[in-house]
């Protein structure tokens, strides 16, 4: 059995496992590099393997360093399965749908007005690709057995991170191989606790924070703050916002300021399509997450939406307080960059950032204090006052990951951190190593590493229920 890391391997992005066992290849995410344009070249790179060889993609969830790269597999020849949750499915048809459209409409941005180093400017993917690649992904319910072949078979369990999460078992004869996929918060306001496997031989776990603990201020509190400050400057919130999981928090959150009068009754605007379409999916997964149904009629409530260019273009006539919540999280692209661009040199604005800004993103320079960034080929400066929301994440801290470790049976052969930057991998190794004590690695980028069907243990484990199972790979 082999595991490969082609993605997410000393940074937060691009996540894709490559794992080789009983004569199946099975890609375990599929995500696109975001962040420094060292990483995003890699989404230009060719396949490390013949897309036509995989037999099988599994995802943990539809966030775009999860699922993005999708389409690319697909135009390069892959027609096999992607099985996934019944929510990650949903996601994964607003998501790649926008992403597409994202990189075709940057693409023509960057003909019309020149500033694109290629001529001309190709998108890496169109609406074409991903709708072939919709018609690939085939539902699971969570802790449903999935059979690949007579000895492989796998299981998704609750993740808690957005809508549909799961982490991934995979079982090889009696040898489990575990995904933790993006671990939620066991106390988020949204989603439910995740749910850890009972065991693992071997274990591949996320470390976005796993070198910081969540701030315990309550982020209802902080954004009450924000808000006081910016509307007695007159002034406007923008908030760059990721539309899965984030904007859906922000407005459960400003819909309870409202109620509670803890915020005047100023407009909010969701600018935001993609979030738009998503806040409608949770109604659809009611029992994913622990949002009442008059809790999702308030979310409705609390802003206007604006789906439509010239909805989005209206609100720079606004003048006033006002809040404006757009795509995308770490200010990569979308509505947002408008915004930004208007609203960013003004002092009496806020721009809020909400959620995690990976190094090289625009996201990460606001937060840094940048005193300009680059919009469209030129600079913009920033006289707005820059407001991090620390206490929002939907990512477990370390304390988090190392409690949900610590929920299974028995101790892993050998564990791999993955999905963080060099700091927070090592980090979060070390405090499992000296916490848990157990063998841990933080793999490199294209490490390929030989995993025995039948690894020595101390402490034995029951056998993986998920083998033998009359379920069909198709």
């Known amino acids: 059995m082999k595991l490969t890391f082609l993605g997410a391997a000393q940074t937060v992005t ?32 060719p396949l490390p393997f013949a897309a036509d060889t995989l037999d099988a993609v599994i995802l943990t969830h539809a966030h775009i360093d999860h699922c993005g790269y999708l389409p690319v597999l697909v135009r390069n020849g892959y027609r096999g399965p992607v099985y996934c949750t019944p929510g ?14 994202l990189q075709e409409e ?10 694109s180093k290629h001529h001309p400017a190709l998108p890496l993917y169109t609406t074409r690709d991903v709708e072939n690649t919709l018609r690939l992904i085939g539902p699971r319910e969570f802790d ?33 191989i575990a995904f933790s996929g993006d671990l939620g918060r066991p106390e988020d306001p949204l989603m439910r606790a995740p749910s850890p496997p009972a065991h693992a031989d071997y274990l591949v776990v996320e ?32 908030m760059p916002c990721f539309a899965v999981g984030r904007a859906q928090e922000i407005l459960y959150y400003i819909a309870r300021l409202k109620d509670g009068g803890r915020m005047p009754n100023v407009p909010v605007y969701l600018d935001s399509p993609m979030a738009i379409s998503v806040t409608d999916l949770y109604r659809r997964h009611m029992g994913e997450h622990r949002l009442t149904v008059s809790q999702m009629h308030a979310i409705d409530h609390a802003a206007f939406m604006t789906r439509t ?13 006002m809040v404006i919540i757009a795509g995308s999280g770490m200010a990569t692209g979308g509505r947002v960059l408008h915004h930004l661009n208007l609203y960013a040199p003004d002092p009496r604005n806020t721009i809020a ?51 949900w470790l610590a929920g299974m049976n028995c101790p ?18 070390r405090r499992i190593v000296e916490t848990l004590h157990w063998d841990c690695t933080v793999p490199e980028y294209l490490e390929t590493v030989e995993l025995p069907e039948e690894p020595a243990r101390e402490h034995p484990c029951p056998p993986c229920e998920s083998t033998h199972i009359p379920d069909t790979a198709n």
């Not at 564990?415 to 979060?428: K, Q, R």
Request: glycine fraction near 8%; charge should be neutral.
């Open 14 to 45: 691009g996540s894709r496992y490559l794992l080789e066992a009983d004569g199946k290849r099975v890609l375990i995410d599929c995500g696109l590099f975001q962040g420094p344009k060292n990483l995003r070249l890699r989404n230009w790179e």
């Open 88 to 101: 990650t499915a949903d996601l994964c048809e607003v998501m790649l749908r926008d992403s597409a459209r």
């Open 106 to 115: 940057d693409a023509a941005f960057a003909n019309r007005h020149g500033f």
């Open 144 to 176: 449903s057995p999935v059979a690949l072949s007579n000895r492989l078979g796998f299981r998704l369990l609750p993740a808690g991170h957005i809508l549909g999460s799961a982490s991934v078992v995979l079982c090889c004869g009696h040898t489990v």
């Open 207 to 238: 470390s976005t924070y796993g070198d910081r603990l969540h701030d315990a201020t309550d982020p209802e509190d902080e954004l009450a703050a924000m808000f006081a400050r910016t509307f007695a400057r007159g002034g406007i919130v923008v």
């Open 309 to 321: 260019v010239d909805d989005s273009k209206a609100i720079a006539s606004r003048r006033g307080p």
């Open 353 to 403: 950032l909400v959620g995690y800004q990976a190094p090289g993103t625009r996201g990460a320079a606001l937060e840094a204090h940048a005193p300009a960034i680059k919009l469209h080929g030129d600079y913009v400066r920033v006289r707005a006052e820059i407001s991090s929301i620390s206490s929002l994440s939907a990512h477990a801290d370390y304390r988090e990951t190392v409690r």
């Open 412 to 429: 892993p052969v050998r564990s791999f951190v993955t999905h963080g930057e060099p700091a927070a991998a090592d980090a979060l190794r």
